[in-house]
């Protein structure tokens, strides 16, 4: 049986640029990085904006992760990505991705310059323990969350998406100095990073 590795992938992309920075002194941050994550046999697309890291896994379960580059797609790519829709296949070679749609149609883009930060560590660091305290969070960055949870319910669209869809969201965080983590589904991740008040 043959398993497709592409598939979802274009919602994954859209998901995780809800999350990415829409600085333009942060040019590598404005990007979001897709990647096979080896320890874990999934790939992904994930994004941050130094507040915020949130991961979708895409591609079916059994697809070969074999011959996988890992690459990222600018802020500017990423309306015309989401609107192809899934490649069947994608190739990188140097700074360039081409993206695979069949009947001969191909589109490339450009790599953004720069090293992605190292962002892996951090979902250690909000690893949850028995300890729950008191912690306070930007609602605008709960805000993208609320964004995807109705897409897990099935509407493709991020235009389309009804107030009245309900998928759960699940928050977890170990103390008030740590990331909290919210899942939705077993698809979607994101760490939401606290906000300090001074004396508290």
Known sequence: MSYNQWAGFADAVASAALFMSTDRTLPVLRSVRVRHDVDRGVNLAEATDRFTLAEQIFGEDGADPEGWATFRVDAGDIPTLV????????????????????????????????????????????????????????????????????????????????LKAHYPVHLEFPDATRPMRATIGDRFRALIIPVRFGGV
């Open 83 to 162: 609107r192809n829709g899934d490649p069947h296949d994608v190739t990188v070679v140097e700074d360039k991705v081409t993206l695979e749609y069949g009947n001969g149609h191909s589109w490339s883009l450009a790599m953004p310059a720069g090293d992605y930060p190292q962002v892996q560590r951090l979902w250690q660091d909000a690893e949850t323990t028995d300890t729950i305290g008191s912690v306070a969070f930007n609602p605008a960055l709960l805000a993208r969350l609320a964004k995807i949870a109705p897409y897990y319910a099935g509407h493709r669209s991020p235009a389309a998406r009804p």
